[in-house]
C-alpha cells in the first residue's frame, strides 16, 4: 500500500523560514509528478508547488522567490523550501503525488494527511 507522510510543520514567526518534507512508501514502481497543496481555514485547497520526474517545476504567483520545491528520486521524497514566510501563509499544507504502485498498469493520485504550517508573532 502506497502512503505519503509529511513532516517539517510548525510555528514561525513572520520572516521566518521553514522545510516541509513528504516522503512516499510503499509498493512503489514509479513517481510521475509531486506537489504541494494548502488549504487556509475557509478557504480552497489551492496549488502550491510542482515539480516533474526531470526536475521541472512550476509555483502559485503568491509564492514565487520565496519558496523552493526539490525533489530526490532515490528517496521518493519531495522537499518544499519555505523562506519569508508571511501570516498569509498559514495553512495546512498536503503533499501530492502521481503513483504507479508495481501492481498497478496506471498512476493515481495519492495525498499526505497534511501538515500544519502557522506564521505568527
Known amino acids: 500500500q502506497v502512503q505519503l507522510v509529511e513532516s517539517g510543520g510548525g510555528l514561525v514567526q513572520p520572516g521566518g523560514s521553514l522545510t516541509l518534507s513528504c516522503a512516499s512508501s510503499?509498493?512503489?514502481?514509479?513517481?510521475?509528478?509531486m506537489g504541494w497543496y494548502r488549504q487556509a481555514p475557509g478557504k480552497q485547497r489551492e496549488l502550491v508547488a510542482d515539480?516533474?520526474?526531470?526536475?521541472?517545476?512550476s509555483y502559485t504567483d503568491s509564492v514565487k522567490g520565496r519558496f523552493t520545491i526539490s525533489r530526490d528520486n532515490a528517496k521518493n521524497t519531495v522537499y518544499l523550501q519555505m523562506n519569508s514566510l508571511k501570516p498569509e501563509d498559514t495553512a495546512v499544507y498536503y503533499c501530492?503525488?502521481?503513483?504507479?504502485?508495481?501492481?498497478?498498469?496506471?498512476?493515481?493520485?495519492?495525498w499526505g494527511k497534511g501538515t500544519l504550517v502557522t506564521v505568527s508573532s
Open positions: 510503499g509498493s512503489i514502481f514509479s513517481i510521475n509528478a
Open positions: 515539480i516533474t520526474p526531470g526536475s521541472m517545476t
Open positions: 501530492n503525488a502521481y503513483i504507479q504502485p508495481r501492481d498497478v498498469f496506471y498512476a493515481t493520485g495519492y
